[in-house]
């Protein structure tokens, strides 16, 4: 879909929560190419951690940075596997109010193009919480090339028509 160049970018602060029981900082790869490709986009990195495979510890994580009123998005990294330890999915059904189902759906057919029936295998998921956009990716850098470039790239532009959910962020908390 077209982006509208007559209207000025507005950017947004994006988190970047990685799920890992192993990776560090030095070796978070997925981490750094999402941090990257936001900020080349213009977004802001409002905040960026590594969390392990617990859901008290990512429900904890996740409401503290909801409750900040400077970060509009978070976008998670790993955890949405179908193993024990992935659990990412579940900590998300603690704080949304609201799902988007078509997030995951959408994923898993891009997915599709590049790994193939492997992406059943991906929880992917999203939602929204106390006017707080929370996005799921899976852990591997393909994954997150995927969901950034192929969604969240143009769904995060205020200037992507015919929608987008930017212009959503000021009506989220309606009641």
Known sequence: MPIDETLPFAPINIAILTVSDTRTAADDRSGDILAARL????????????????????????????????IDCIITTGGTGVTGRDVTPEAFDQVCEKHIPGFGELFRMLSYQTIGTSTVQSRATAGVAAGTYLFALPGSTGAVKD???GILKDQLDNRHKPCNFVELMPRLQER
């Open 39 to 70: 900020t080349d986009y213009g977004h802001a990195l409002a905040a960026r951690t590594i969390v392990r495979d617990d859901v008290p510890a990512l429900v904890q994580q996740l409401r503290t940075w909801i409750d900040d009123p400077a």
């Open 147 to 149: 969901g950034w470039d």
